[in-house]
């Protein structure tokens, strides 16, 4: 089946360590985002990218760092930097274009302890 | 900047009633999408129902349909006779068209939707 899969679904860390949420798709798309959902707030982008090798920050990238070394795989690192790194982080993929869908995956709950 | 506001933080609603939810947005582009999206329990977000700006036409889906406003930078979603199933997190997004379009979606805050039965 195609599709996004997110994983962890549940991720715990330290603080001051960095950690790695993986973003996978099989639907060659083109587009993935990272965006991040805190209560009240709705969802805020990361980052994003429309290209392998390329990608471009989003409205809160502070703290944050990927990369887009193939096209199914849009990682997310969240660094010792991000000062409030709790949240409910969600991934999406489109089609690069007009009258396009995003498809999201499942989410990951980070929890700093 | 585009903005999304949804100022309704929660709603709730009676059984095979109807219910609408309620957005604006803020633009200066002529040409754009509007979407809702439904976020159950899951988490996994779900695409309700899409607008495109340059559409006079109001969009249906079923149970669910919008009320479009351009003039007004106005959104707004209908469910009509409510289901238990409904019940979920709703979020009003925007998209630009054309050469802004890049594909991200800005969101609105969401409205959480209780169906009593």
């Known amino acids: 089946d195609g599709g996004i899969t997110q994983s962890p679904k549940y991720l715990f860390r330290k603080e001051g360590q960095n950690v790695t949420l993986s973003c996978e798709q099989n639907?060659?798309?083109?587009?993935m985002y990272w965006y991040r959902q805190d209560p009240g707030q709705g969802l805020r982008l990361i980052y994003y990218?429309?290209?392998?090798?390329?990608?471009q920050k989003g409205d809160i990238a502070e703290g944050y760092s990927v990369s887009r070394e193939k096209k199914e795989s849009f990682p997310l690192t969240v660094t010792s930097a991000q000062k409030n790194p709790t949240a409910f982080y969600l991934c999406?993929?489109?089609?690069?274009?007009?009258?396009?869908?995003?498809?999201f995956g499942q989410g990951t709950r980070l929890t700093v302890v | 900047a585009q903005t999304v506001t949804q100022s309704q933080p929660e709603m709730s609603v009676q059984e095979a009633e109807t219910v609408t939810l309620s957005c604006t947005y803020d633009?200066?582009?002529?040409?754009?999408?509007l979407f809702w999206y439904k976020q159950p329990p899951s988490r996994q977000m779900i695409l309700v129902i899409r607008?495109?700006?340059?559409?006079?036409q109001n969009a249906t889906e079923n149970r669910f349909s919008v009320n479009f406003q351009k003039a007004a930078k106005s959104f707004s979603l209908k469910i009509s006779d409510s289901q238990l199933g409904d019940a979920a997190m709703y979020f009003c997004?925007?998209?630009?068209?054309?050469?802004?379009?890049?594909?991200?979606?800005?969101f609105g805050q969401g409205t959480t939707l209780q169906v009593k039965p």
């Open positions: 633009t200066s582009e002529s040409d754009y999408y």
């Open positions: 639907l060659n798309h083109d587009a």
């Open positions: 607008q495109e700006a340059y559409k006079q």
């Open positions: 997004a925007y998209r630009s068209y054309g050469s802004g379009n890049t594909g991200k979606l800005i």
């Open positions: 990218s429309q290209i392998v090798n390329d990608f």
């Open positions: 999406a993929s489109s089609i690069v274009g007009e009258n396009t869908e995003a498809f």
